[in-house]
């Protein structure tokens, strides 16, 4: 995995930033300042730097098609180093000191649970895009830009059992093994429950610390198993791990599937081929007609390459990150204010139109639909192959 370069990473907003054609003036009045915090060092801050170059993109561009209000949008962004408690702390600061006007979420469930307290101590709205347990988010004012519906830990596990029975080969034994991250451990067991539901026969269920690196052991207890499916719940570089400590004692799971793995080694990796996944969001028909989609997948993909970074594709990161501006622009206009309970009254009250699909925001929770889709690594790329209507073109899920 290529280390991700920070000044690459300003170098390359530096970069587009220039390339974009502001408005030659915005309506009178100070600029509108939006802050947020996200984990640009720490364990998770491979996916944070994707969020921090989307969140630059769309600022620039918002700017370029005239700001918000007729008024120019500055970004304050501040690095909470993959830890909650900090997070919290500089929400206090972003509200308290530097006085922003809007808020956006962090990155990752237990830094968005941190700001949520803040956002509700102060009656701010908070839109995130990532937050992987519904059910925790009780504040009437927060906006979820990653579709996982409020029940995900049924929804998510149903969807991909439905898309391996449609398969040619369903699978009827299954091990589980998982990290044991909150949000991960959250739809493992909810995978769990689902998969004896429908009838397949558990061998084996592991857990692992987050921040285990040593899979040689869980790879074995997997070997001796001898499922016909591995649900694995990891996140970022776990998964790769495990199939190289597959690899080294000559097995190779007849079916795999992961929740959150890194996206770009997981295509790299010869052993990643034919692994499945969960999607909102592939750079393919019929995402790229969404509003947006091929405009930002053009532009993410120059820019994360200046910068450097491990992949430079769009997916579920970057699209619900996307998402969640679009989440906050549109809450803004539609209101026609920077009034936190009128924008949060109106994204209640109508449904918005995202790179990924359209959202609403009148469920339990503030949740809307589970728009979750199967995607699988095919020819050293993620494909959705489930459902259909979302497959890539002539692509359908592979079993070995």
Do not use: C
């Not at 803040?118 to 925790?136: D, E």
């Not at 079916?255 to 990643?272: D, I, S, V």
């Not at 592939?282 to 053009?298: R, T, Y």
């Amino acid at each position: 995995m290529k280390k991700i370069d920070r000044r690459s990473l300003l170098t390359a907003t530096a970069a587009g930033a220039a390339a974009l054609v502001a408005p030659a003036s915005f309506a009178q009045g100070a600029p509108i300042r939006i802050g947020s915090t996200l984990a640009l060092t720490g364990p998770l801050s491979a996916t944070g730097l994707t969020h921090k170059l989307v969140g630059d993109i769309y600022i620039e561009q918002l700017n370029a098609r005239g700001g918000l209000m007729g008024r120019k949008v500055e970004w304050l962004v501040k690095d909470d180093q993959s830890k909650p408690d900090l997070a919290r702390t500089l929400y206090e600061q972003l509200i308290t000191a530097d006085k922003v006007d809007l808020l956006m979420g962090p990155y990752a469930t237990g830094a968005i649970l941190s700001a949520m307290g803040v956002a509700q101590r102060y009656g701010k709205v908070l839109v995130h895009h990532t937050f992987g347990i519904p059910s925790l988010a009780k504040y009437d004012m927060h906006f979820p830009a990653w579709s996982l519906g409020p029940t995900p830990q049924t929804t998510v596990p149903n969807t991909v059992f439905d898309a391996l029975a449609a398969s040619p080969k369903p699978p009827k034994t299954i091990a589980i093994v998982t990290s044991k991250f909150p949000s991960i451990h959250f739809l493992s067991l909810g995978g769990r429950a689902v998969a004896k539901q429908r009838g397949l026969q558990e061998v084996l269920f592991l857990e692992w610390e987050f921040g285990n690196r040593d899979f040689g052991p869980i790879a074995a207890r997997v070997k001796d198993a001898k499922p016909d499916l591995v649900w694995i719940g990891d996140i970022g570089l776990e998964g790769n791990m495990l199939l190289d400590a597959m690899k080294k004692i000559d097995y190779t799971p007849p079916m795999n599937f992961h929740l959150y793995p890194a996206p770009g080694p997981m295509t790299k990796a010869p052993e990643g081929q034919g692994a499945m996944s969960l999607t909102i969001f592939e750079e393919h028909q019929p995402f790229l007609s969404n509003p947006g989609g091929a405009q930002f997948v053009k532009v993410f993909n120059e820019r994360a390459a200046q910068a450097k970074l491990a992949d430079v594709s769009v997916e579920t990161q970057a699209a619900a990150s996307f998402s969640a501006w679009q989440i906050l622009e549109a809450g803004v206009k539609g209101a026609n204010s920077l009034d936190d309970k009128a924008i949060a009254a109106w994204l209640k009250a109508n449904r918005v139109d995202t790179i990924h699909g359209r959202l609403r925001f009148d469920g339990p929770s503030n949740y809307g639909d589970d728009l979750m889709k199967i995607k699988q690594v095919q020819g050293g790329k993620w494909q959705v192959v489930w459902p259909a209507q979302f497959a890539a073109p002539g692509v359908k899920l592979q079993v070995k």
